[in-house]
């Protein structure tokens, strides 16, 4: 007897009528049409299940702060790295863990199980390390939460940072992070990258940088990150979040850097709903919009996530974890109109990211966990249309969230009672 069993689903690959088996909090069996005896039988009624949502590049410490101890007047980059060292001094672990913890409840109710979250370690008391590898172990039931060890106030501007990493290091967090952009001289923003790089290569962990984040199409960092891969043997490991100056850079110098990016298997996090707000502000008009250039780095087979980045923080005032939302944005900003584009923003937020956290058993495939979303739509095409509900969210094959399903009911002259802005394909 199965532990359950989900029955007529859409895939996000296409497939219809399928059927998800249930053993042990992993899937079995995906197949069409299988009919077996379960605890539990879910019938999907040909809506699409997806494995789970997830976010690569997210900021937790500074989550749902918004208006602490003000509102970011400029909308800059700038102006929020200063309103964050404003309010460093004054945060506790336990309202760090708490507003953590209630972002990852939105999470879920997104079917977000999945995050990577930058962690600021340039505060000498570590305060926010400690508090979110608490809330890691916390979520770890229900939410992967990766951390990343992030030098926010610059690796070398900040004297000690290089030694506040490497402490965040042996605490536990997993991946190296960076800023290049925010050192004192593209000099050292190269040398920072070099110093990191060698640092994870050596402990044997990830990279994920901030990286070229400005308009600046000089900024040359994505550059030095591609080319300390390459020498230290981190290719497939290395990822450069942000990448905005590329979307300002000559398109010559770009259609040199692509090519070497993909041969060191750089992967991309594009964060498009904080880079469409931050970027071009000192523009007039024709005003750059700032994302980088995501569809023709999938063109030359990165792989790119497209990333939450903030939720009501310094950065960003608004967010509530739908990656939905982030990859509807990210469609917008890029023109991925074409059917394939729009499938591959799903991937963006999806599969694309799951690869670069390199999470274990994540998929709709026999031997993967039992993760997966239920949505109120019919391909991923809609879901993205649609915002769509969660109608349930599984981990290990136990239901974590259930949301109602979306529907207006009308009355309306000669019209249905009803209506939930499906297309439905027999229509
Ligand atoms: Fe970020």
Known sequence: ???????????????????IA??????TEVTAGLHAPAQQTIDAQGLLVSP???????????T???????????GTLLEGIALWGELKPDLTQEALVQRAL???????????????????????RLLAVEALLEVKHQVAPYLDLQLVAFPQDGALRDPLAMDKLKRALDMGVDVVGGIPHFERTMADGALSVKLLCELAAEQGKLVDMH??????????HIETLTYETQRLGLQGRVTGSHLTSMHSMDNYYVSKLLPLMAEAQINVVSNPLINITLQGRGDTYPKRRGMTRVPEMMAHGLTVALGQDCVMDPWYSLGSGDMLEVASMGLHVAQMTSQAAMRQCFDAVTVNPAKILQLDGYGLKAGCWADFVLLQAQDPVEAIRLRATRLQVYKRGKLLAQTPAATASLQLPGRPAQTDWL?????
């Open 52 to 62: 789970p949502f997830v976010d690569a590049h997210f900021h937790m410490d500074a």
């Open 1 to 19: 007897m199965l532990d359950l069993l989900v029955t007529h689903a859409t895939l996000p690959d296409g497939r219809t009528g399928m059927s």
């Open 64 to 74: 749902l702060s918004y208006g602490l101890p003000r509102v970011n007047q400029s």
């Open 423 to 427: 297309l439905r394909k027999a229509e």
């Open 22 to 27: 249930v053993q042990n909090g992993r899937i």
């Open 102 to 124: 209630a972002y990852c409840d939105w999470a879920v109710g997104k079917g977000l199980l999945a995050i990577r979250s930058h962690v600021d370690i340039c505060d000498p």
């Open 211 to 220: 990286c070229d984040e400005s308009d600046d199409p000089m900024s040359r």
